[in-house]
């Protein structure tokens, strides 16, 4: 059973920066894809950003490209989100979604497409 565990929210001032980390555990086979999503309260979960961890292709919703940047570091299976320049509007709770090996990934921002989640950190950015 694929486990993920989100850590490195906070809270910043607007301009600031934030590295969200997602750690994962018990697969045996690498993840189609990885990505995160956020929710603001009273809000629906929106799709961030995914990563392909077998090339290293990358999607970004509009928002966020050019402040934000996902990466992996596979040594330590571990999921990376850079968010710099953050803006009030960033502020939500952030999660991190892999879709199983072997699952389908041609929807990145669909996040029932996703299979395991991790339990979600808290971003704040006050203006």
């Known amino acids: 059973q694929v486990h993920l565990v989100d850590s490195g929210g906070g809270s910043v001032q607007a301009g600031g920066s934030l590295r969200l980390s997602c750690a994962a555990s018990g697969y045996t086979h690498t993840p189609r894809c990885m990505g995160w999503f956020r929710q603001a309260p009273g809000e629906a979960r929106e799709w961030v950003a995914t990563?392909?961890?077998?090339?290293?292709?990358?999607f970004y919703i509009d928002s966020v490209k050019g402040r934000f940047t996902i990466s992996q570091d596979n040594a330590k299976n571990t999921l990376y989100l850079q968010m710099n320049v953050l803006r009030p509007e960033d502020t939500a709770m952030y999660y991190c979604a892999a879709v199983r090996y072997g699952g389908s990934c041609l929807r990145v921002s669909v996040a029932n497409d996703y299979n395991y989640w991790g339990q979600g950190t808290q971003v704040t950015v006050s203006s």
């Open positions: 990563l392909y961890p077998d090339d290293g292709t990358t």
